[in-house]
């Protein structure tokens, strides 16, 4: 699910090492990691939800993660910081993973 505006960048000739910064603010706040910890009743099974940062690979028709996303678990309102190292469209997703039950 996209969670922020997707933000298309590109620099021609990037140097090496190259890493774009970008802040993002998602348009969905899923409050701090104790309120976006889900147990399905049904099964048993938990769910945290987290923002994951991820550029759009076009000939794929995907969201790729390979981007690293920085934000605040006890303030992910605040923002997101997406470091990725490529010229594309970006965005925050909102991902929803299963949680081993001895860690929960």
């Known amino acids: 699910f996209v969670n922020s505006i997707i933000i298309e960048v590109k620099i021609e000739n990037p140097p090496e090492n ?3 910064n970008l802040y993002l603010k998602p348009t969905i ?3 701090d990691t104790r309120t976006s910890l889900n ?3 049904t099964n048993g099974r938990r769910l945290q ?3 994951v940062c991820a ?3 076009p000939e794929q028709a995907s969201w790729e ?3 690293k996303t ?3 678990t006890a303030r992910p309102a605040d923002g997101v910081l997406c470091l990725c190292s490529h010229n594309t469209s970006f965005a925050v997703l909102m991902s929803a993973e299963e949680i081993d039950p001895g860690y929960s």
Do not use: K
């Open 65 to 67: 993660r390979d981007c």
């Open 39 to 41: 147990t399905d009743t």
């Open 29 to 31: 706040d899923i409050g």
């Open 49 to 51: 939800v987290s923002y």
């Open 70 to 72: 920085v934000y605040n």
């Open 55 to 57: 550029r759009y690979e």
């Open 18 to 20: 190259f890493e774009l």
